[in-house]
């Protein structure tokens, strides 16, 4: 225990030293220079923290900007699937009423052709029972 003590005493000797070199003046100037270094110490820390800080930030960005932009990209995509399909759909219902309107005039012509196909059967059955009264008369 005497040897560590001994050993103490002559690591602090050269700070003692120092101290009574620097005498009452010097050693109230350290004593009142602490407050400030601590102070040094704090805004130190303070800017190397703000320093992480603003590079976490940063990354962050990026990385949102990342994830933005691909969910961007897939949003866009999607809607051009979409309006593809979509200009599909379109199509196919044009083409369905296309395809009414066509069968409608057709139906109006073939209704039409029954029409007329009845008035001349009716006209020649006319005919023919008046040929056959014509026939039995004479």
């Known amino acids: ?9 002559s690591a602090a000797l050269p700070l ?8 009452l003046p010097g050693i109230i ?7 400030a270094l601590v102070i040094m110490v704090v805004f130190i820390l ?3 923290h703000g320093k992480r800080t603003e590079m976490l930030l940063e990354a962050y960005r990026e990385d949102t900007q990342n994830v933005l932009r691909a969910v961007s990209e897939k949003h866009e995509a999607i809607l051009r699937e979409m309006s593809e ?10 083409r369905n009423v296309t395809l ?9 012509a073939l209704q039409e052709l029954v029409v007329n196909n009845t008035r001349a059967t009716e006209r020649l059955t006319t005919m023919i029972e008046a040929t056959i009264n014509k026939v039995m008369r004479g």
């Open 1 to 9: 225990m005497g040897n560590e003590v001994n050993a103490a005493i």
């Open 16 to 23: 003692i030293e120092s101290l009574f070199a620097l005498g």
């Open 29 to 35: 100037l350290m004593l009142a220079a602490i407050p």
């Open 46 to 48: 303070d800017y190397r």
């Open 85 to 94: 399909k979509h200009e599909e759909t379109a199509e196919f219902y044009r």
């Open 100 to 108: 009414v309107k066509n069968y409608e005039k057709m139906n109006d």
